[in-house]
């Protein structure tokens, strides 16, 4: 029995051989380079302006005292010299409010 050789590089298998050998490299090729784009990537973090803005202004927040140093001084100042009325309905009115938030009745 003869085997011709002449016709084997021809066949069609060995192109098809070919080209899936062609694809996988190609296909690896891509991966790798995928692989070396995930790898130079680093994490970053950004802050929107409202949380940078919220951010300083609890930091300013914090910082002061929450008293307002002008208006207690004019009352001092009126109450020394007896110039500083009580509004007693005012008063009451707020006292009750007060209350019914505290206690949570309306």
């Known amino acids: 029995m003869a085997i ?3 016709n084997l590089q021809n066949s069609p298998q ?4 070919k ?3 062609n694809a996988q490299r190609q296909q690896a090729a891509v ?3 995928a692989n070396q784009a995930a790898a130079q990537k ?5 802050i929107t302006p409202q949380a940078q803005q919220f951010s300083k ?11 307002d140093q002008e208006k207690v001084d ?3 100042q009126a109450i020394t010299e007896g110039k500083y009325k009580v509004n007693v309905e005012q008063l009451a009115r707020r006292i009750v ?4 938030e505290l206690f949570g009745k309306k």
């Open 31 to 33: 991966q790798q380079n």
């Open 42 to 46: 680093q994490d970053s973090v950004s």
């Open 97 to 100: 409010q007060f209350e019914s």
């Open 57 to 67: 202004l609890t930091e300013k927040a914090s910082n002061s005292s929450g008293i």
């Open 4 to 6: 011709n050789i002449n």
């Open 14 to 17: 060995v192109k098809t051989d």
């Open 19 to 21: 080209v899936e050998q």
């Open 74 to 76: 004019k009352i001092r």
